[in-house]
């Protein structure tokens, strides 16, 4: 099956720091690839559609400055967490899909901001 | 936003019992996966149902997609520890999945 992987699997930082985190299709072209937040022993709340070379479509609520995504190529999408509080602690997982095929899921990335 | 209610929240069985899970809506959908989501990893997608009325079976789990399209259930026939995991239903339009909270389901041998 289709494989998405994210980078890093867990990160720890300081207050303040700003953390990228990649999302790659490594078997497919995606058009389409979305970030989502869980927080413990929660769902997966979605957070920004991303369109490699378009602007992301961000939900409400969540703060288009303070989550910088890029999506540079079909197979590439990055969230860059700006000013990272502990509030932004959080599993953070993208998906990749093509339109109106099944969405695949990485593996999540750990992030905790001390 | 169409809300996706699931139950119960949490599952202890012992290996070889049957459970069932329940993804329930006030919306119609037209199409509701399950996924099932283990620890410090991503989900995993188990199947997507379309038709009302429809049932799939995966080996020991079966799927059940009500005839009205606003509910779903997940049901495991003997159950074993490998089947632990968080259970979630999700619908809605392609691009704006909306997830359920999870069915927490451990099954101790």
């Known amino acids: 099956g289709a494989v998405v992987s994210q980078h890093p699997s867990w990160v720890i930082c300081k207050s303040g720091t700003s953390v990228k985190i990649e999302c790659r299709s490594l078997?497919?072209?995606?058009?389409?690839m979305f970030w989502y937040r869980q927080f413990p022993k929660q769902s997966l709340m979605l957070m920004a559609t991303?369109?490699?070379?378009?602007?992301?479509?961000?939900e409400q609520g969540v703060e288009k400055d303070k989550f910088l995504i890029n999506h540079a190529s079909l197979t590439l999408s990055t969230l860059t967490v700006t000013s990272a509080h502990p509030e932004d602690s959080s599993f953070y997982i993208c998906?990749?899909?093509?339109?109106?095929?099944?969405?695949?899921f990485g593996d999540g990335t750990r992030l905790s901001i001390l | 936003t169409q809300l996706l209610e699931q139950s119960p929240q949490f599952l202890s069985i012992q290996e070889g019992e049957n459970l069932t899970v329940y993804c329930n809506s006030s919306?119609?959908?037209?199409?509701l996966q399950w996924y099932r989501q283990e620890p410090g990893e991503g989900p995993v997608l188990l199947v997507t149902?379309?038709?009302?009325?429809e049932v799939k079976k995966l080996k020991r789990l079966t799927f059940q997609f009500g005839d009205a399209r606003k509910d779903s259930s997940l049901h495991i026939t003997a159950a074993q520890p490998g089947d632990t995991g968080l259970y979630l239903c999700?619908?809605?339009?392609?691009?704006?999945?909306?997830f359920g909270a999870g069915t927490q389901v451990v099954v101790t041998p």
């Open positions: 998906s990749a899909g093509r339109v109106n095929q099944p969405q695949h």
């Open positions: 991303s369109n490699e070379g378009s602007k992301a479509t961000y």
């Open positions: 149902v379309v038709t009302g009325g």
């Open positions: 999700a619908g809605g339009s392609w691009g704006k999945l909306q």
């Open positions: 078997d497919f072209q995606a058009t389409t």
């Open positions: 919306s119609v959908f037209s199409s």
